[in-house]
């Protein structure tokens, strides 16, 4: 194995010192109160930052006041349910209007491709209680409590490709983590990751210049791991063994995983305080894994389509994520990027997952699902990301997922119940485009049968709450993109636009997935293509 080298760091004052030990001390309602903190934080717009030694930096997407009214935004949304039941209402009445009493030549298949999803579905809607508990009790526990400051140790892990084209956003995200935890995370550092020889090494060492909290971290080019893996997952591995061999597993030391195109605002750095600082008090209970909301501002949207259709994954988080993650066990996966995990635990599981690995936080998600059941958490903070540029990075970016995550279903080193419940979504997924309502009404004229009627009215209701549960992500997801956006409101036709293009969003994330089933059948050599995103 190659030695392990990294840039020069410091950090500031007293706030460094490596402790061996979980703290059990209660929460630290550390006054001034909210709106003092974020006016405190006008130094992200160029002043310097007394209280932790920073040097003079850029500006942030949120200045004083937009982080304020973003806060009064968020602390008011709960997902909300009315869309979900008027869509099943209007459905299931229309399904049973249409139904023919007899069947025809699409009747079995439509019956079962239609109802697949209905365990999908019924998971999303158990996630969106558990968001909205989850929501309501937090804010009844954290209630008059302020701004609360962890003593635990936060590391920032941000791997990146180093290229010019993504540079601009890693700044931005870089940026933010300076603006905005510090206030919460006394001890912090955050740490790019680069390989050795990158292109766009100069300008990142430039950026990791302007602040005592950023630490370089390069990958040498002569680094292997022990399995051989690449791409993302072996710089991330990388950075774990550093971690261990500068003895930073330990239960107090927290890694917060981010993307280079994804940054974090006032709610990220609260959320996950509070977070923490709920584990330090719950002893033997504690939680070692969490994850929030991923979304999409709209500034950082280029193509106003790539971003409606990405409505969906926020929507994910806070429904099928938040039931699985929220539960205590992710076996439906997590993100790579707003991923906080116990550096003590990281360091049983590791990144070195092999070459062939596509989806490295997924595969991290099931191995922890089977050794620390019980052990997640959701939590109501977001990070703020950028939709793939175009419809082919877009198209990538889905094929990859499945391709990996095919792969993940057949991998026999991984339980067998939490692979189950993968491969069932992954079927969805692969099945996707032949579920498609278009694709369906194009085979039933070329077959010049237009039934589609089920064999059984049993499964109407089935059909009804899928494609309600459908229209709800959609909606519901956009909501939330718009409330993070600097414009909160939706344009009057962006609520009906991502309704009726429903069934072109379908096949935008169906085709792609198939194709990355296909390539992982046909073996073809696997590789981790890295979108540009939006700055």
């Known amino acids: 194995m190659a ?14 010192e490596r402790r061996g030990e979980t703290k059990m001390g209660g929460p630290k309602a550390v006054p001034p109160d909210w709106d003092a903190w974020l006016d405190c934080d006008a130094w992200a717009a160029g002043r310097e930052a007394p209280s932790t030694g920073q040097t003079r930096v850029a500006p942030t997407v949120f200045g004083p006041w937009q982080a304020r009214e973003l806060h009064r935004r968020l602390t008011r949304w709960r997902p909300a349910y009315w869309p979900l039941v008027l869509s099943y ?6 399904d049973f209007w249409f139904t023919d009493e007899f069947t025809g030549v699409l009747s079995w298949p439509l019956t079962v491709l239609w109802t697949w999803p209905i365990f999908t579905t019924l998971t999303g809607i158990v996630g969106i209680r558990r968001t ?18 962890s003593d635990d140790f936060l590391i920032v892990v941000v791997p990146t490709i180093g290229r010019h084209d993504t540079y601009p956003a890693l700044e931005r995200s870089v940026l933010s983590y300076i603006a905005y935890l510090p206030r919460c995370f006394p001890r912090l ?29 390069t990958v040498p080019r002569r680094y292997r791991t022990a399995n051989g893996t690449r791409f993302k997952a072996r710089a ?7 971690r261990i061999r500068e003895r930073e597993n330990c239960d107090d030391v927290w890694v917060l995983h981010m993307d280079d195109d994804t940054g974090v605002g006032p709610d990220t750095a609260l959320a996950m305080a509070r977070f923490i600082e709920e584990q330090c008090n719950a002893g033997r209970d504690a939680k070692h894994l969490a994850q929030g909301i991923l979304t999409y501002p709209r500034e950082y949207a280029v193509n106003r389509l790539i971003w409606l259709a990405d409505s969906v994954r926020p929507a994910e988080d806070v429904g099928r994520f938040s039931a699985w993650t929220g539960s205590g066990t992710p076996r439906a996966g997590v993100h790579g990027e707003l991923l906080l995990v116990r550096a003590s635990i990281e360091a049983t599981i590791g ?7 596509l989806v490295e936080d997924a595969q991290f998600a099931l191995i922890f699902s089977a050794r620390y059941e019980g052990r997640s958490a959701w939590f109501g903070g977001r990070c703020y990301g950028a939709s793939p540029a175009n419809l082919h990075d877009f198209f990538h970016q889905r094929e990859r997922w499945s391709w990996g995550l095919a792969a993940l279903v ?3 080193s991984l339980q067998l119940r939490n692979r189950l419940l993968l491969g069932y979504s992954v079927m969805s997924w692969v099945v996707g485009p032949i579920q498609n309502v278009g694709v369906v009404l194009l085979i039933a004229i070329l077959v010049a049968h237009s039934n589609t009627s089920p064999v059984t009215l049993v499964v109407i209701p089935f059909w009804a709450l899928n494609m309600a549960y459908t229209v709800w992500m959609y909606w519901e997801g956009l909501r939330i993109n718009a409330r993070v956006s600097g414009d909160e409101r939706r344009k009057w036709w962006e609520p009906l636009a991502v309704v009726l293009l429903i069934p072109m969003f379908g096949l ?24 540009a995103k939006p700055s």
């Open 132 to 149: 909205r508990k989850a929501l309501r009790e937090s804010e009844v526990r954290w209630s008059g409590h302020g701004l609360t400051r």
């Open 89 to 94: 209402l209007v459905i299931v009445v229309v």
């Open 508 to 531: 935008m994330e169906g085709l792609p997935g198939l194709r990355g089933f296909v390539k992982f059948v046909r073996r073809t050599e696997n590789k981790f293509m890295v979108i």
């Open 189 to 217: 550092r955050v740490d790019i990751v680069i390989d050795e020889g990158c292109e766009a090494a100069d300008r990142i060492a430039g950026l990791a210049a302007g602040s005592e909290l950023i630490r370089l971290v």
């Open 410 to 412: 057949f991998d026999r």
């Open 3 to 16: 030695e392990l080298s990294t840039g020069s760091f410091s950090l500031p004052g007293d706030n460094y």
């Open 236 to 242: 991330t591995h990388y950075s774990h063994e550093l």
């Open 351 to 357: 990144w070195d997952f092999g070459p062939r690995s």
